[in-house]
């Protein structure tokens, strides 16, 4: 019920608030009956809010966000009523694969900053290069309207994500939200025309390719660096091209800025951000610059990799 802070208008909120902390304590007393009562009376008073003389205080209240977007309250609301439906009951499908393709999913708080580390708004296109059950992408066209695109290796996720897509529809029809328009492929993405044709087209891009194997970073960096248009934004949780497979010498990986097409900024994760860990970490936010269009193969081959690592790079 917190959500009605910033769902209702100021006046309302206090209103509510009686019978909020009623309702707790007819849930903590067992009292079903008085339960329902309650939750009938609190139905009524918002289904009148919706037919109120003056018009439907709930969509005022929402066009009141105005520029600041949907609070992070209600997006978060919203996407964890979708993942608990779709998701979570499905999980158990999701384990068992290896290497590049084992499972983890970024949480709602981190991508909220990396969307806004990245300047992800309403007019952009963000992609999201192995995109699992699809949290980033309905997170990402929910919380800034933007349109948003996920291709998806595993059909197992892949059904998932459509399943969670086609509930965050629904569920925004009920709040009265419109999210981008949001665009799921079942594929490889380093055999995907479409990927490729809209790649050229993305302001950002979302590559979780912290277990990757080297070769899939490697071709996932060639792809970009060879198809991005000038600005675009990369986020990924190992710098391009590397994974911790190949991550031997961080020391290297630090340097890097000089080497590629790309200016790079480390960004601190806190605890809570992946699914996989419950400590911290980082992630890297890499933005294409054109003039250094073509260097990402040399910087790849420069890289003075530990001996063992060389053959896999070259
Ligand atoms: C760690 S999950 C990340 C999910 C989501 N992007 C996030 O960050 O929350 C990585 C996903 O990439 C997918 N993947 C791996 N290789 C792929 C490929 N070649 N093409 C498409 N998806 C791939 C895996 O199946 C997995 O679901």
Redesign the pocket.
């Known amino acids: 019920m917190s959500t009605t802070e910033d769902y209702l208008p100021p006046d309302q909120t206090s209103l509510f608030e009686p019978l909020r902390s009623d309702l707790r304590e007819s849930y903590s007393r067992r009292d079903g009956l008085r339960f329902g009562r309650i939750f009938s009376e609190i139905s009524a008073r918002l289904s009148a809010l919706k037919t109120a003389p003056t018009g439907n205080v709930l969509l005022q209240t929402m066009r009141a966000w105005g520029s600041q977007g949907i609070p992070k309250m209600v997006l978060s609301r919203i996407l964890d009523e979708c993942y608990q439906r779709c998701v979570g009951p499905h999980v158990a499908q999701l384990t068992g694969?290896t290497e590049?393709?084992?499972?983890?999913?970024?949480t709602l708080p981190i991508l909220y900053e990396m969307f806004i580390a990245a300047r992800l708004t309403s007019d952009c296109l963000f992609m999201?290069?192995?995109?699992?059950?699809g949290?980033?992408t309905a997170q990402a066209s929910l919380q800034t309207g933007c349109r948003s695109y996920?291709?998806?290796?595993?059909s197992a996720?892949f059904e998932i994500a459509k399943t969670l897509q086609a509930e965050l529809k629904i569920r925004c029809k009920m709040w009265g939200l419109k999210p981008g328009d949001m665009t799921l492929e079942l594929?490889?993405?380093?055999f995907s025309t479409q990927l490729k044709q809209l790649v050229r087209q993305a302001d950002v891009i979302?590559v979780?390719n912290?277990?990757?194997l080297p070769e899939?970073s490697q071709a996932v960096c060639r792809i970009l660096s060879t198809g991005l248009k000038d600005g675009a934004r990369v986020i990924t949780l190992s710098p391009l091209g590397f994974s911790v497979h190949s991550q031997a010498s961080r020391s290297q990986v630090d340097r890097f800025p000089e080497n590629i097409p790309f200016c790079i900024t480390k960004h601190i994760c806190p605890p809570g951000s992946f699914?996989w860990s419950a400590t911290d970490g980082w992630y890297y936010l890499h933005e294409f610059t054109d003039s250094h269009r073509g260097e990402s193969d040399d910087f790849l081959r420069r890289q003075r990799l530990p001996s063992h690592m060389m053959a896999r790079y070259l």
């Open positions: 694969a590049s393709e084992a499972y983890g999913e970024l999201d290069l192995g995109c699992g059950v949290t980033a996920g291709i998806e290796k595993r996720a594929g490889d993405m380093l979302l979780n912290y277990v990757f899939l699914s």
